[in-house]
């Protein structure tokens, strides 16, 4: 769309509404079309590796989806979803001792689409909404939609520092924000999870400053070590709970879903009318068909073997050839490391060299909200989608990246013109 | 989610955005559960009938496409949608005239939600948009949420009368509307179809105020009489053209278009991004096998004639068993009627009787803005669903309901109680 050398005018410049204005797309979008680029290494894209999904199985599903359930497959439906899809979600559900009928969920277009829908029907210009800092961009670029002022939490390897939040939330006071969105296991992009005392913590002040917790939980089933910790949800029943088939079957069938107390599910519905009219019969019902007829347990099974491979890889590249001034985050689970380098380095600087090299990295600053000076520094890379000798190229790439640029940094801190972090 | 006899307390009630406030949920979706009952015939939804689909093929198509294409059918893609489907609707678009490339084209999840982007991407709270009166309704939902002040131009047998929007464009001046949104084919609810001089002087129109023009065209291909015209889009490239498969193939696969000018179309995908990463890569081939590989012009031919002899049998119905003092629309294509009542009927009103005697319709002031009393006298019923003994009974019943609404009001208009329209 861009035709170099043309400078195009747009004659509805000054028509767009003001929320345009500071929206920003995605670096890890628009590095998706330079990781198609066939000699480069991508750390940069979320994508699950569905490589290995048996297509003659999923073939023959979607095709028996289509003649089981005829015309209902292809009509329009129900607003909130299927009835038959809201019960696979309640039993998927009790696997992780969330206690819920078919009434309690919403289906929507990936948890992406929820995210959309709470932000529209909670977001008034200028409220406040909690995350944790750094925090998934597409959350980011959801909200920001609405125009909230975004506040983060920074936190640790035990995820969101809850003394912190508290602190903020006695500044905000009662209702002050209006909600708190977390992504508790393997958080998109640090990779930590919340651990159980933190969990419990940042309930029990939600319940006090009477604040709505979102969980999103697009990782959870993928955990490579240490034992599973109970979800937000599973602990109150007040928290609303996302959820996707994205990372355990497969992103191209759009098929999330979101668990809410009743009055709030049914504003996320009255609002989603609006927005799509319904979602994709056809795609509910292959979901059925997948998790009702097939062992997908199996299947998720060897996805995570997979994955713990690659995140065994990456971690292992990254003791071994990273410079010394590089921390990193160590991810029981998920598809993402976080690393964190010296104060005076900017990563999005780093990018244009890391692709030289063939290698791709999300900028740390794109998961924090557009203004703010922090993650200038930091850097998400992801072990999801390559190879473990692959990982084990690309970190050697951008190792080398950074060690160019830390080279004349040192010289300047040896010489006390640079503060070292 | 009602529970009867108990009141649900909604902790969340205060924390809802300003914009949720004055949403309604659509009639019509309201109606599609009770239209589920089997003694009641439904004059109301606009689902297509989609039961002579070849579901045979359609289940090859399907297996087809995820063997064909494999993962990439099933992972994440392109915000914008996939290219061979942007080709696809380059190809379609010619048969109407309209002359583009795939780069002037975004894919959506039907085209309700390429309402609710352009909404999202071009209104301000109080910003001007102009419809006709009556409007589909899903616009009327789409683009309220981001609260609009939304003006109405009366339409006639020959839709949108452009002589009163030339006066209301004259008294809000250049640039004074974001856009305005029109259905010139068989509209919804209203079923008429804007002459070839008004399609010349809307166009005029939007030159010379220099405002975008959105045109929503779903029902363009099912024309059972007279001639087609050409797509405003076809004489006028700077107008927003959304298209989509639902009533030519199927509405389960929640595919549409929106084809714009470039520099809009590159703030559509932005304002997409966040709403929902991507739409699915599935749909997008199944879509793609479907109109490449099957007959669909023979499939479409029978839809054709059976909605044209459902068309007829509905206006004679009407001809032979609705009152002397109801007027209504003769569409040549498209799914619905639209009936006039006198102005002292209230259809709403109507609406638990007819259920009663087993008919169901959209009363008119849903398909105009909230706050308007207009449309109060008005109905949609729609022949595309029901068999044609179907739609005669149900227009019978239909009858016997304004019959009986009409029999005392005869009274008070005799006796000067009440003036007739």
Redesign the interface.
């Known amino acids: ?1 861009n035709v170099p050398g043309l400078v ?13 204005e500071t ?4 670096a890890v ?1 628009d590095l ?1 079309a330079a990781a198609s680029r066939t000699d480069i290494i991508s750390l940069s894209g979320g ?2 590796n ?2 290995r ?1 048996p ?2 199985q ?3 599903v ?6 089981d359930e ?2 209902a ?7 909130s979803g299927r009835e038959q899809t809201k019960q696979l979600v309640v039993k998927l559900m009790s696997d992780l001792s969330i206690a819920i009928t078919p ?1 309690d969920v919403t289906i929507t ?2 948890a ?2 929820a995210l ?1 829908l709470l932000g ?5 210009k200028g ?1 406040v909404v909690i995350t944790e800092g750094p925090t998934y961009l ?1 959350a980011l ?2 909200f ?3 125009q909230p002022q975004i506040v983060t939490i920074p936190l640790d390897e035990e995820g969101m520092r809850t003394e912190l939040l508290a602190a903020e939330l006695e500044r905000l006071g009662s ?1 002050g924000a ?1 909600f708190i969105y977390t992504v508790p296991n393997f958080q998109n992009p640090a990779g930590v999870t919340m651990s159980l005392r933190r969990r419990k913590h940042l309930l029990e002040l939600a319940r006090h400053y ?1 604040i ?1 917790v979102v969980e999103d939980d697009p990782y959870g089933r993928l955990r490579y070590r240490g034992e599973p910790l109970p979800s937000l949800r599973s602990l109150d029943d007040h928290v609303v709970y996302l959820g996707t088939v ?1 990372k355990v079957f ?5 098929t999330g879903w979101v668990i809410a ?7 996320l ?3 989603k ?11 509910q019902v ?1 979901v059925e068909h997948y998790f009702n007829d097939i062992d997908w347990r199996a299947n998720l099974n060897l996805l995570i073997e997979q994955y713990r491979l690659r995140r065994d890889a990456m971690l292992a590249a990254l003791d071994e050839l990273f410079p010394p001034e590089a921390r990193w985050t160590h991810p029981e689970g998920g598809f993402f490391v976080w690393v964190t380098l010296p104060d005076y380095v900017d990563t999005t600087q780093m990018l244009p060299l890391a692709l030289e090299r063939g290698v791709t990295f999300v900028p740390g600053d794109g998961c924090y909200p557009a203004g703010s000076s922090l993650g200038k520094n930091a850097m998400r890379i992801a072990f999801c989608y390559e190879e473990p000798e692959n990982l084990r190229e690309a970190i050697g790439r951008l190792a080398a990246v950074i060690e160019k640029r830390l080279e004349l940094c040192r010289i300047f801190v040896s010489a006390g013109l640079l503060k070292a972090s």
Not at 120 to 124: L, P, R, W
Not at 261 to 267: G, I, K
Not at 273 to 283: F, M
């Open positions: 769309m195009q005018l747009d004659e509805w410049q000054s028509n767009y509404a003001h929320r345009v929206m920003r797309t995605s979008r998706f994508m699950p569905i490589n999904l297509l003659d999923v073939s023959q979607v095709a028996r989806a289509v003649l005829g015309v497959a292809l009509q329009y439906g129900d607003t009434a277009t990936g992406q689409q959309d529209k029907t909670f977001i008034n409220d597409g670029q959801a920001s939609a609405y209702r209006k009477e709505l994205s497969a992103p191209g069938l759009r107390p009743h009055p709030v599910l049914a504003r519905n009255m609002v009318q609006g927005t799509d009219l319904c979602g994709s019969a056809l795609n292959i």
